[in-house]
């Protein structure tokens, strides 16, 4: 590859006929950087993306890359340095995934002097994307993530400093994007510049180092993720209130829209909650899609639980934050346990401030009510007792009492509608 490159925009101007579609734009990608650009429907993105690229003429302002005008690039000398990855668009003859990658060398061939190299970059950049075993293999006969991977190792090819990709994610499934969007940031780690137009603001945020978001021909906000795709931008500029949360797990931005939901099933509840520290978010969800009532207790206010359970319209038994569950609160819990059909004993940590919870569902057990205990929490089989055991004698109460263990929400819906639940679910087992 040549010298490390810097794509910067100055002032651009587009116009379709009379109407200014950009309205002096003005960005720079570093060398080695990785820019998403979001936004609504005719903001302008793809055409940014295409004056970038040379394909539309700026009417005024200038596109630079690597300090020089595009337009003053030799098409092939551009070629070479700037590959572009489209949404979709193949060649009327139906080539193999072979042949259409190594349409990326053309920059490289001369009448009359072969492409040193060009078999070797062909196959290398097949197997960084990981479509070499399908190499002959006809396009048509390609699902829609193989063909856009192979138009991603058609531009890889091109060995180029730059990759431009117009929405290159719309029409994967999930296993195919999250392939294409981990070879592109591995790229881009080995130093390709990349400036990527996008909808997903997830992707955008999870692999971008910097976003910028378009509306109405202009930028509205640049910067980090974290920066750019703050409620507030993302509230003036696509009209939609969104939560924006990192994942403990990844460290990943996400962006979630926050709807309002309806107030669910309605009625009594059929299943009380023991939960706490998020352990019940997926039970809830579940709960919340097939229509069944829940209420869950004793949660502090301020915890994941406690605002699920709210947003989704479930009453709750709140504690005061950082407190011990109050004799109050207790009796209210126990009461909503008791009137439950079913108390489910989500897999959280206990510690003396809620081990009261524990107590209360071994109390709805001994009035007849069953209870299970949830198992399927990434902390499952690691110790969660931080009471000096007082935590797992009542544990060991609830099992030989007649509790049951079920190993993942579909079993808490297949008790209470056998005829629902995803899966098949292991019956529910009594354990001593």
Known sequence: MGSRLAIEVRGVRIAYGTADVLHGVTLEVPAGGFLAVVG???????????????ALKPRAGAVLLDGRDVGSWDSREFAREVAVVPQHGEPAFDYTARELVAMGRTPYERRFTPDAGGREAVEGAMRRVGVWELRDRPASTLSGGERQLV??????????????????????????????????????????TVLMVVHDLNLAARYADRVIVMREGEISAAGPPSAALNPAVVRAVFGAEVEVSVSPRTGALNVQTVGVPDPGAGGEPRVHLVCGGGSGAALMRRLYEEGIPFSAGVVNAGDTDHALARALGAPVVEGAPYSPVSDEAHAANVAAAERAELVAVCDMPVGPGNLRNLQAALEALDAGVPVVLLRDGPHHGEKRDYTGGAATELA?????????????????????????????????????
Request: aromatic share 2%; charged share 30%.
């Open 40 to 54: 609504p429907n005719g903001s302008g993105k793809s055409t940014l993306l295409r004056a970038v690229a040379r």
């Open 151 to 192: 138009r991603l190792a058609r531009a890889l090819a091109q060995q180029p400093e730059v990759l431009l990709l117009d929405e290159p994610t719309n029409h994967l499934d999930i296993r195919h994007q999250v392939t294409f969007m981990e070879v592109l940031k591995g790229l881009n780690r080995g130093g390709v």
């Open 396 to 432: 060991r109460r609830l099992k030989s009492g007649g509790a049951r263990v079920v190993e993942s929400a579909d079993g808490v819906v297949r008790l209470l509608a056998p005829d629902r639940g995803a899966g098949r679910e292991p019956a529910a087992r009594r354990t001593s």
